[in-house]
């Protein structure tokens, strides 16, 4: 498998929106916020629900219709007092306007840490 995988270009995806993808062997969404890309595990880790199917995008989460948690799609962590699942979070690179999604990253909570 491919360190990184090119999944698509950046045309195909303007500001607020996500698309499922197929990389690292998983689902994933791509998600543009702002200009900036990001890659995470397409389903809910409570309920199973595919989010980049069935979420909404509101400012900066998706919301799961399901069990109606936020995901913030910067960080991958739920928004809701109390939760400790988060989205799963792919490196990501955008190279002459072609994004492609390579490894999972640690855990946000767990970056920087020594």
Known sequence: MAEYEAVLRTAELGPGQMQEVT???ET?????????YYAYSAHCPYDGTNL???GHIIGDTVVCPT??????LRTGSSERPGDV???????????DNEVL????LPPYWRRGAA
Do not use: H, K
């Open 23 to 25: 990389a690292q062997g």
């Open 101 to 104: 999604v390579g490894p999972p």
């Open 67 to 72: 069990d109606g948690r936020a995901f913030d």
């Open 28 to 36: 994933l969404l791509v998600v543009n916020i702002g200009q900036t």
């Open 85 to 95: 699942r988060s989205l799963d979070r792919y490196s990501i690179r955008v190279i």
């Open 52 to 54: 980049a199917r069935e």
